[in-house]
């Protein structure tokens, strides 16, 4: 490689890193591939095994290191460093781009059990010990869906990935037509597909409402949501992705926080309402008329705002009121 795509690779890294989502060594000979493929040659070129060490012995402002694994019981406490250090980046961000409140996105996934509802209460004796047990469909076919909402009350479509090779277009008929629908051979959402939602559904969305020049998109680091790919895209297009620490997502990202718990035990309703009539059977077809019920009631304006209130990345009180961006930002509580 040659001296100056050096050092953009070493920006890139170091960018990535500020963002919270230091790369494997496979992420940067990805990367690094993906600038030998910019190049106007005829040649199909790419770096070796060992090319991402010696890199990074040319670079002192690089170490390879191991990952220092974040144990999940040390997550439950809370940890005030890690949380602190996560807003102080949302701020450094925020002030650095210049990023305005309008702008904040947090996107994630989450999955259903098409036949199985949420865990509910239930009124039953007061001397039973332990959790009672209710009687479900049993459908277990696994569906993810791709939700991601602003900081100013509003919901992009959501995007639905079903398990299987193709889907049929007649499913959808009664669908919005803005909604967007993936199969995958589990259910599961994957790097093609994050790309997919990325190009054709987010970046279309949100172009037209862009207050400023840069948005800042929260995510939870998931494999699928930060890969070389995804980041070049985000960068061609004023995008500045920011990943959450480990095992704070309940704390820290808004759709947790107030969203998808509330989805669940709606869309859980709409399971209940069905079997009373004695279906057994949850399907695609059975999915797709409850869903978009569960997501009126939960993607208002009102939850939508006290979610990233509460998550701590935009002011409860009128979050758009004019103040400078860095009074907009709510300090950590801990």
Same mark, same amino acid.
Request: aromatic content about 10%; overall charge neutral; some cysteine.
């Given at each position: 490689?040659?001296?100056?795509?050096?050092?953009?690779?070493?920006?890139?890294?170091?960018?990535?890193?500020?963002?919270?989502? #230091?790369? %494997?060594?496979?992420?940067?000979?990805?990367?690094?591939?993906?600038?030998?493929?910019?190049?106007?040659?005829?040649?199909? @070129?790419?770096?070796?095994?060992?090319?991402?060490?010696?890199?990074?012995?040319?670079?002192?402002?690089?170490?390879?290191?191991?990952?220092?694994?974040?144990?999940?019981?040390?997550?439950?406490?809370?940890?005030?460093?890690?949380?602190?250090?996560?807003?102080?980046?949302? @701020?450094?961000?925020?002030?650095?781009?210049? &990023?305005?409140?309008?702008?904040?996105?947090?996107?994630?996934?989450?999955?259903?059990?098409?036949?199985?509802?949420?865990?509910?209460?239930?009124?039953?004796? #007061?001397?039973?010990?332990?959790?009672?047990?209710?009687? @479900?469909?049993?459908?277990?076919?696994?569906?993810?869906?791709?939700?991601? &909402?602003?900081?100013?009350?509003?919901?992009?479509?959501?995007? $639905?990935?079903?398990?299987?090779?193709?889907? &049929?277009?007649?499913?959808? *008929?009664?669908?919005?037509?803005?909604?967007?629908?993936?199969?995958?051979?589990?259910?599961?959402?994957?790097?093609?597909?994050? $790309?997919?939602?990325?190009?054709?559904?987010?970046?279309?969305?949100?172009?037209?409402?862009?207050? +400023?020049?840069?948005?800042?998109?929260?995510?939870?680091?998931? +494999?699928?949501?930060?890969?070389? %790919?995804?980041?070049?895209?985000?960068?061609?297009?004023?995008?500045?992705?920011?990943?959450?620490?480990?095992?704070?997502?309940?704390?820290?990202?808004?759709? *947790?926080?107030?969203?998808?718990?509330?989805?669940?035990?709606?869309?859980?309703?709409?399971?209940?309402?069905?079997?009373?009539?004695?279906?057994?059977?949850?399907?695609?077809?059975?999915? $797709?008329?409850?869903?978009?019920?569960?997501? &009126?009631?939960?993607?208002?304006?009102?939850?939508?705002?006290?979610?990233? #209130?509460?998550?701590?990345?935009?002011? $409860?009180?009128?979050?758009?009121?004019?103040?400078?961006?860095?009074?907009?930002?709510?300090?950590?509580?801990?």
């Amino acid at each position: 490689m040659t001296e100056i795509e050096e050092e953009s690779l070493q920006k890139w890294i170091l960018s990535l890193d500020d963002r919270g989502a #230091a790369p %494997r060594p496979t992420t940067v000979r990805e990367i690094a591939n993906l600038l030998l493929a910019a190049r106007e040659s005829t040649l199909v @070129q790419t770096v070796g095994e060992k090319w991402v060490y010696n890199f990074v012995k040319r670079h002192p402002e690089l170490s390879a290191r191991f990952s220092r694994r974040y144990n999940y019981e040390r997550a439950k406490c809370e940890d005030p460093k890690i949380i602190t250090e996560w807003f102080n980046l949302v @701020q450094k961000t925020v002030l650095q781009y210049g &990023i305005n409140s309008d702008d904040i996105y947090n996107f994630d996934e989450t999955g259903f059990a098409m036949g199985l509802t949420a865990t509910a209460k239930v009124v039953t004796r #007061a001397e039973y010990y332990g959790r009672r047990s209710l009687l @479900q469909p049993g459908n277990r076919e696994w569906v993810t869906t791709i939700e991601c &909402i602003n900081a100013s009350g509003w919901a992009l479509p959501p995007c $639905l990935i079903f398990k299987g090779k193709v889907f &049929i277009e007649s499913w959808f *008929d009664n669908l919005p037509g803005d909604w967007r629908f993936e199969v995958s051979p589990n259910g599961w959402t994957s790097d093609e597909i994050g $790309l997919q939602w990325l190009e054709k559904l987010f970046i279309p969305s949100t172009i037209s409402r862009t207050k +400023g020049k840069y948005r800042l998109l929260i995510l939870d680091g998931h +494999g699928s949501h930060l890969t070389p %790919r995804f980041d070049k895209i985000c960068e061609e297009n004023d995008i500045m992705p920011i990943c959450m620490p480990a095992h704070l997502s309940h704390l820290l990202q808004p759709l *947790d926080i107030g969203c998808f718990a509330v989805l669940k035990r709606s869309y859980g309703r709409m399971v209940e309402t069905k079997m009373r009539p004695g279906i057994n059977h949850i399907d695609k077809l059975d999915f $797709l008329e409850a869903y978009p019920h569960a997501r &009126i009631e939960v993607f208002k304006l009102e939850i939508i705002k006290n979610s990233f #209130a509460a998550a701590g990345l935009v002011s $409860l009180r009128d979050s758009f009121d004019g103040r400078p961006e860095r009074e907009r930002l709510l300090p950590c509580s801990c």
